[in-house]
């Protein structure tokens, strides 16, 4: 019997960021947090303990501050393509990086009516992402969604489904239908006008939502994933992950009153998870 | 020696709720999380087990349920004052009911251009919230907000501060300032136009934030207090716990590089923390 | 009208230190979280953007460090007494001065059935606490311990409560009985054996949650007062604030199966919430 | 142009459980987190809201409650066993179940010096976990711990490292050293002693960690995993996913200290982020 180091990957996660961009009359600004990971050589580490191969994860921290200082950071994607370039260009014990990164999204405080030049305002939950993949001569560009929560009152139901002895579960041809929607697309090349392209998925993404005569969860992520590939030519596939959020409505008649749909219990768990890629071909 | 119940109070923590209202062509929602808590006389449950005086907290949570049927549920104000006028009608054992709520504000898809009739997004952090206070023949009212976060890229400045052998902090003329926005405040009366008003202060609150030329977060929270209370003749006092999150500029000078307030580190911790009461007098 | 800063205080919260103390064969660690607040004559910083009298949070933090560094940090209460005298003596502009801290409970690893004499494991919950509270002459010092999550499956009961046209609860002889402690006591002085105390508290709670034939979560309540009380003299009350963390029986009826008590849902939301004061006089 | 679906799942996550065993003189309990996910035959759901192959995931959840109380429920790999048995004999439509499983680790409460007989107390962070996949003759069983935090303050060293422009990190042959374990293994075969296993490998972790003279978190991560594979033959493969929790020591010269590594910064972003499998071949 031998004991083998298969396979292993190290970097540095949750380096933050905020960048500013001061024009005369007006700042903008973005703030990421960005994951580094490399993959190579660096069995030597693990089974002798000899670190020369060994970037520190600390050093990849400080390359995301000094290349955010030195490219205009248009977006997630092009900083991370930045990041890529420089570590496979200097490592050539790295055979492969790894950049995640996410954006909180902010926005302009509105004063007198009009978008304010250098104070904003951000919510908690919805994140921009990216995922990106760099080997020598191969990149793969992943773009994201987190944390966008939907809920419908009509035109969604789940009925006529299969049934055994522990099902209690009753059609119903009018509940709530809610989601956070968790998805990620992968792009067809890195010439992509990333901001733009992002803008436009969300549209789709939440529209479908809005619009679709809803059988199922599944019923309508297959929606939404055709909605963005039909609008977007330079995505090739889109994976999603929805929770599917219940809201069961409440039985009100131990107290004489009846309940045509109006108060209902939100919960967090348990819940449904529906996961799925749509692909053109 | 004698040992004593001093204070006491008992009662049922986030009963969520979401309410639906069904017109023709348009629903509306409300997503409430309600928290209620009885005082009174309830000394021989702990002193003796004696349960005959305890309404379980079980039906809290069925009351409002109740009530949230049967009423219009404009605001979280007015479902705290149907719950209080209940409780204190029918427990007589009770001296005093309060009413925690909070509420996710969710607002509509937009869809070609318009908001779309009944499907909905909300953002996690931001919260409406209200706490009311019912005695016999006495109720007070407090409105609030929370995990407002806000952040400014300029007029924002910290120094002529004091110092001492441990202070190492520079001056600064020229830093960020940020800040999630927890206010609540006291009503007049509970005779007020209860969303129209929080409206008004949020948007004082953010305006002021935006628009004030800051010496400290101090300096900025008593100008967000006197903008509520200069435009809203109903509130009396408001009090603010303001969080500092600090942003610190980068130094990358060892990579040869400048960083003109540019490049910041945000962090969570530790973090600064204002605290203060605003009044009219 | 005029405008008026009723009550203010700021401070810098979430101070993290570790401290290691090392002797020739074994090393000891304390883990803790500091914050500190002021309160005093801070009103120009408010309404004039005067920060003369503002010694910054900054310093605050470098003040924790400093003299964790000279001092043997025997207690979260020492280290507290320690700041507090020093903010006191240094800062005539400060009328008073609380100190929060929390401590994370690090214990040894047991390698070969000893404890390691440099290794530790710590559990994510539990938290040892205390709260000074200085004035010049004047000190108060409560100890606490937060998230110490118990359950019992028998000695529970709830029966005999009141009931209303909205109570649906059922009478139950034999209920799970589970909540997360937290409790903060009060001492007679500042001369305390601070860490044996502590222990001796934790212990007399849990000795008699398990013990107690528990009417309802406010009759165990009481009878941890009690417990903690009788055998700690320098206590002279203790404040509880209690989750009712509910198990609900499961109906398995619907699918041929009884429950003899054996099946639990527990759930988190929403929860019963028992506070209280037993003090002794 | 055609869209397809390429690949998908659906079930339910986060299925909580509190099963209680009561002999004469002694309760044991056991509460357990379940998420179950189908894969099969689920084209028609997506591209046309045909729900006839859809068993609800309401219903896995009753499946849940229904098997855990038909059997003893020793472990959560067996209680996984059979909800993978029972979901592919009765549902022909799934190809695949995946069972995941964690455990909150419950202690007995110590009266007297000895176990109470149903009275318990937990941690919080560490749990017991497993995923099981499951198809029609073949089964894989995963067992995990997570969230085991450990630190030691000797015997940890970081030096000999890379360095290229950005680096500003320095040698350290006495840092501290902590992280928060997560690991899984692959199990052999189904026909394992479970929970005598698991106890075994976390000893082989945690004595690992501690008696390791560490070169870096990649040299302790493997040498934990020869550990565990030394010593359980049953284990053919154990992947680690390792924070590097970094501890600064903090500097104190400005005060006119110095700090013998005596007092550091615990944070908690970034960190190091460590990954790697470690196999028997």
Request: negative net charge.
């Amino acid at each position: 019997m031998t004991i083998k180091l298969v396979e292993n990957s190290y970097g540095k996660s949750r380096v933050r960021l905020l960048r500013v961009f001061r024009e005369k009359d007006r700042h903008d600004i973005k703030e990421l947090v960005i994951s580094i990971a490399f993959e190579g050589n660096f069995e030597a580490a693990h089974t002798k303990g000899d670190n020369r191969k060994i970037l520190p994860t600390d050093t990849m921290k400080n390359t995301v501050y000094a290349l955010a200082r030195q490219y205009p950071l248009e977006s997630l994607e092009n900083l991370g393509l930045h990041l890529i370039e420089h570590f496979l260009t200097y490592n050539p014990q790295v055979s492969r990086v790894r950049v995640r990164a996410s954006e909180n999204l902010w926005s302009r405080i509105p004063v007198g009516g009009k978008p304010h030049a250098f104070a904003f305002t951000r919510a908690e939950g919805e994140k921009r992402t990216a995922v990106l993949d760099g080997e020598r001569g191969k990149i793969t560009i992943r773009a994201g969604i987190e944390d966008l929560i939907v809920l419908k009152t009509a035109k969604s139901a789940f009925d006529n489904f299969l049934r055994d002895p522990y099902t209690t579960l009753k059609d119903d041809r009018n509940r709530i239908l809610a989601t956070s929607i968790r998805a990620n697309w992968l792009y067809e090349s890195d010439e992509i006008e990333f901001g733009v392209v992002w803008h436009g998925v969300r549209k789709a993404l939440v529209e479908a939502f809005a619009e679709h005569d809803s059988e199922s969860l599944q019923h309508t992520l297959y929606a939404m994933g055709e909605a963005v590939l039909n609008s977007m030519d330079c995505v090739r596939e889109i994976h999603f992950s929805l929770p599917n959020k219940h809201f069961t409505a409440i039985d009100l008649a131990p107290f004489g009153l009846d309940n045509p749909a109006e108060v209902f219990l939100p919960t967090d768990e348990p819940h449904g998870l529906i996961e799925a890629t749509v692909r053109r071909e």
